[in-house]
């Protein structure tokens, strides 16, 4: 009977000095609280906080296995991430940065201008009714994220080929030297002539008769369509 006493006394000692012990390893660690949600491999008390043993190990349930350690979650992370992180893969310990927010799409807007409104018929020398025009652009590119500036120039069919190839880009080179002396950057602005290989008009003026009414009807033809990409 004595000897049992002194047994009981040992390990009421032995508990008391675990005890003694505990608080100073418990305030080492951060509580673990977990969602509450589905099947949770920890004890887990009123607070859904992971209950710890006196040297800060979690108390394993009979739902415990390394793939319920590896999903059920405290907060953003798997809970084995605090509990058993030498069994949970680290790379589902990591937080991963948000996703960056897609900036604004740009946008497109083709203006498609008369040539006869902005030079004179047969030239390539911008008229004061052509660069007003262009000054609009010239904002327009200003207050936008500029991308890119396309300006194509078209011409119609009178004339030779090369010569009207010629002139197309003779015309969407002026518009460009307009843009950058308004402040576009010139490596913002691309040309291209594309001469009188693009026409508009079909074949409605085939039987047009005399020259002046030729011209009068290819009008549409000749143009120079300006496309300013940016977004805002």
Known sequence: MIKQSKKQMLMLAAIASIGLSAPSA??????????GKGEIPYVIDARNVVARSGTGLCWRTGYW???AASTALAGDLPVGCACDKDIVPADKCTVKAAAAAPGPKPTADKVKLSADALFDFDKAVLK????????????QAKS???????????????GSNTYNQRLSERRAAAVKTYLVSKGVDANRVYTEGKGETQPVTGNKCDKVGGRAAQISCLQPDRRVEVEVIGSK
């Open 144 to 158: 936008l994220k500029l991308e890119v500036i396309l300006a194509v120039g078209h011409t119609d069919r009178l």
């Open 128 to 139: 004061a009714e052509g660069k007003a025009k262009l000054d609009q652009l010239a904002a």
């Open 26 to 35: 418990f305030a080492q660690v951060s509580d673990v609280v977990v969602a």
């Open 65 to 67: 296995s390394p793939a």
